[in-house]
Antibody, heavy 128, light 111 residues
Framework: QVQLQESGPGLVKPSQTLSLTCTVS??????????WSWIRQHPGKGLEWIGY???????YYNPSLKSRVTISVDTSKNQFSLKLSSVTAADTAVYYC????????????????????WGQGTLVTVSS | SSELTQDPAVSVALGQTVRITCQGD??????ASWYQQKPGQAPVLVIY???NRPSGIPDRFSGSSSGNTASLTITGAQAEDEADYYC??????????????FGTGTKVTVL
């Protein structure tokens, strides 16, 4: 089965760039049909979607973070990455990567998305 | 961005039934997905689509949807079901249908 694993520094200084990589195993990013997302969770808080990338490189970001976020993909390594610039203490969070699937119920004009699986998450602390 | 509203906390007696709701305008067009999160762990998908359970999720978990409200029902709650539960869907405000939003989360306590 597909598994995701986040990696990257656990401590980043304010104003610097947070960089994380998600390695996908058990399946190929290039196979298509899925989006690959980053999601974060501030300590003791809820979940916040950051953005996603398709294997082709097309991306979409949460407008609240768009000016600071870049998500990229390296299909040769079966990885996708997150860069968040100009970080502050407010960016301290557990960062998750997840696979995102979409489905259209043509008979009812309803749609569905879901994130599965998720990586285990990695805590990134922004502090000097 | 539009929000998905959940009750902050609910409690259920062991073996009884509990329903968790999620309200938001996008739910008129998008089925919610539901995630269980236990302390210190990553979220786990429990319900997606109209009412689908991933492999390994017990059949005591079920989902439903009506109008702008999605529901997750645990029939015969077990001690291991004690967790935070989050719904997820799209942001239907403005032109932001490509944005995902999560519900505010519901803490389920099994008594």
């Amino acid at each position: 089965q597909v598994q995701l694993q986040e990696s990257g520094p656990g401590l980043v200084k304010p104003s610097q760039t947070l960089s994380l990589t998600c390695t996908v195993s058990g399946g190929s990013i290039s196979s298509g049909g899925y989006y690959w997302s980053w999601i974060r969770q501030h300590p003791g808080k809820g979940l916040e979607w950051i953005g996603y990338i398709y294997y082709s490189g097309s991306t979409y970001y949460n407008p609240s973070l768009k000016s600071r976020v870049t998500i990229s993909v390296d299909t040769s390594k079966n990885q996708f990455s997150l860069k968040l610039s100009s970080v502050t203490a407010a960016d301290t969070a557990v960062y998750y990567c997840a696979r995102d699937q979409f489905y259209e119920y043509s008979s009812s004009s309803m749609f569905a998305d879901w994130f599965d699986p998720w990586g285990q998450g990695t805590l990134v602390t922004v502090s000097s | 961005s539009s929000e998905l509203t959940q009750d902050p906390a609910v409690s259920v007696a062991l073996g009884q039934t509990v329903r968790i709701t999620c309200q938001g305008d996008s739910l008129r067009s998008y089925y919610a997905s539901w995630y269980q999160q236990k302390p210190g762990q990553a979220p786990v998908l429990v319900i997606y689509g109209k009412n689908n359970r991933p492999s390994g999720i017990p059949d005591r978990f079920s989902g439903s949807s009506s109008g702008n409200t999605a529901s997750l029902t645990i029939t015969g709650a077990q001690a291991e079901d004690e967790a935070d539960y989050y719904c997820n869907s799209r942001d239907s405000s403005g032109n932001h249908l490509a944005i995902y939003v999560f519900g505010t989360g519901t803490k389920v306590t099994v008594l």
